[in-house]
């Protein structure tokens, strides 16, 4: 299965953009890039998911680059609430198997 | 809609002894995939289940086995259990289609074996 590369923390000052950044340089055609957050003592948490083009929701923007070899989760005005662990994970589009690797992530602190 | 729920939340076990884990599926999905995260990494997959039956599995030995009900709720069952397995202990379930398949996430139960 095609990895993903993430640093291992970040740190944003509130109500500041994040930008968290993923490498995949070796993704395959059929896989989605997908983005889970782990907020401390909770399980994993859908943020969103992308194919080619760029993606917006509630929560937040996935810019996926033009080669599909990297993308950035851009969290628009960080609040204490986004201090979590950020998983980038590529998922096969063609398969139902939910075996996600996710990784160790990226620890995004936000500072008050 | 209901979320994924899971019990126990906590539960200490000592080597060699067997604990089961529980889990609800959310409303609507038909799908149920077990994780195990390890303190300060990312979970890992265990298996999945989809119409009771087992249609996946990560690289964890026999001894972690699990049950998928015509409800769509499920159990993990973990036999001879090792200080190793002491993790928390994560379901997710989905709607299983092709393509982008999201997992809704439970909290989890904490397993401490002593």
């Known amino acids: 299965d095609a990895k993903t590369t993430q640093p291992n923390s970040m740190e944003s000052n509130e109500e500041e953009p994040v930008h968290l950044p993923c490498n995949h340089s070796t993704i395959s055609g059929t896989d989605y890039i997908h983005w889970y957050r782990q907020l401390p003592s909770q399980g994993p948490e859908y943020v969103i998911h992308g194919l080619t083009s760029n993606v917006n929701n509630r929560m937040a923007s996935l810019a996926i680059a033009e080669d599909r070899k990297s993308s950035t989760l851009i969290l628009h005005r960080a609040t204490l609430r986004d201090a979590a662990v950020y998983y980038c994970?590529?998922?096969?589009?063609?398969?139902?198997?939910?075996?996600?690797?996710f990784g160790t992530g990226t620890r995004l602190t936000v500072i008050p | 809609e209901t979320g994924v729920t899971q019990s126990p939340t906590h539960l200490i076990k000592t080597r060699g002894q067997q604990v089961t884990l529980r889990c609800s599926s959310q409303s609507g999905h038909n799908t149920v995939s077990w994780y195990q995260q390890a303190l300060g990494q990312g979970p890992q997959f265990i298996f999945q289940?989809?119409?009771?039956?087992?249609?996946g599995r990560g690289n964890f030995p026999p001894r972690f086995s699990g049950l998928q009900f015509p409800n769509y709720s499920s159990e993990l069952n973990v036999n001879a259990l090792e200080l190793d397995d002491s993790a928390l202990y994560l379901c997710?379930?989905?709607?299983?289609?092709?393509?982008?398949?999201?997992?809704?996430f439970g909290a989890g139960s904490r397993l401490t074996v002593l």
């Open positions: 997710a379930s989905s709607l299983l289609t092709s393509g982008a398949n999201v997992l809704t």
């Open positions: 994970i590529l998922r096969d589009v063609r398969t139902g198997a939910n075996n996600l690797f």
């Open positions: 289940y989809y119409r009771e039956e087992e249609n």
